[in-house]
């Protein structure tokens, strides 16, 4: 094949084809940003891609609030976090690092990730070896990964005081086998109301039922033996987001941790090794 410049254009040819395509001036191409930004950190390949996945389902790609259309990054000296939210859910991963630290020793250096940014560095993290080179300049993110470097924007804005959303008092808890309540839920949820997709936790002594009724479909019920000795209540959640947390943990059992029916549940992964995974989901009024 052959390719050369041509006057306002670009000659194209191979064997008995011949082609010119018109091109813009090259100087109307802009600049590219440079990574020589304060921040400058080898992060661990595994570690962030287990952040990425387990947060990015979580990021609005409706709401006004443009500071919410992105994920919130924050680098410690040993630990970093990604913690993303809807404002009905959150989820935030906390993974322990090993090397490096932030320009100032001790400080945590935060910057906000666009929904974008976050789906094109879970591609280039699927392939390859090799830690990750991140850095932040005054208004770009420098991810370099395996030879790529991806180059993003900052979404300028105040993240949401995530550490006051996750509750602390929740005194109920619950474990479940990951994959019979994936299942359970996943079965119940397809006669639940098509606008709403809201299922019921109903809580007894030794048992869970998980329920769904619309008056276009029917109603649904599966029971689940569980270790459970609390007062008997019941709770409403949005369907798609008990699975999205579901499919996105690997352990056999996971948590359930309530407080009353009205207060945000977290649900945790239970046996995780090298980092701490907690989401945060509001209960339905239905």
């Avoid at 661990?44 to 990015?56: H, I, L, S």
């Avoid at 994920?71 to 989820?91: E, K, P």
């Avoid at 009353?260 to 989901?281: H, L, R």
Wanted: hydrophobic residues 40%; contains cysteine; aromatic residues 8%.
């Amino acid at each position: 094949m052959r390719i050369a410049e041509d006057k306002n254009g670009v000659k194209v040819a191979a064997d008995r084809f011949d082609s010119r395509m018109q091109t813009l001036p090259r100087e109307d191409f802009p600049a590219v940003p440079e990574a020589s930004g304060t921040t400058s950190a080898m992060l661990p390949r595994a570690a962030v891609k287990e952040m990425v996945a387990k947060t990015q389902f979580a990021i609005t790609g409706e709401d006004t609030r443009f500071f919410l259309n992105g994920a919130l990054f924050i680098l410690g000296g040993s630990q970093m976090s990604l913690v993303a939210t809807d404002g009905h859910r959150l989820a935030l991963v906390t993974v322990d690092r090993k090397g490096g630290k932030p320009s100032k020793e001790g400080e945590e250096v935060r910057a906000i990730l666009p929904r974008k940014t976050l789906w094109e560095l879970g591609k280039l993290l699927t392939e390859g070896d090799g830690d990750i080179r991140y850095e932040r300049g005054e208004n770009h993110l420098f991810f370099e990964v395996g030879g790529r470097m991806l180059i993003s924007r900052m979404i300028d804005g105040q993240f949401p005081a995530f550490e006051r959303v996750i509750p602390k008092g929740n005194n109920k808890r619950i474990e479940f086998e990951r994959e019979r309540l994936t299942n359970a839920v996943k079965r119940v949820a397809l006669l639940s109301n098509e606008r709403s997709r809201s299922v019921k936790f109903q809580l007894d002594k030794g048992k869970v039922e998980v329920t769904s009724s619309s008056p276009e479909f029917g109603e649904a019920k599966e029971t689940l033996p569980v270790d459970y000795a609390d007062a008997s209540m019941q709770i409403c959640f949005n369907a798609q987001y008990v699975m999205e947390f579901l499919g996105a943990v690997d352990t056999d059992q996971v948590a359930l941790e309530l407080k009353d029916e009205v207060s945000q549940a977290v649900m945790k992964p239970i046996g995780t090794e090298g980092y701490d995974y907690t989401y945060v989901i509001m209960p339905m009024r239905v």
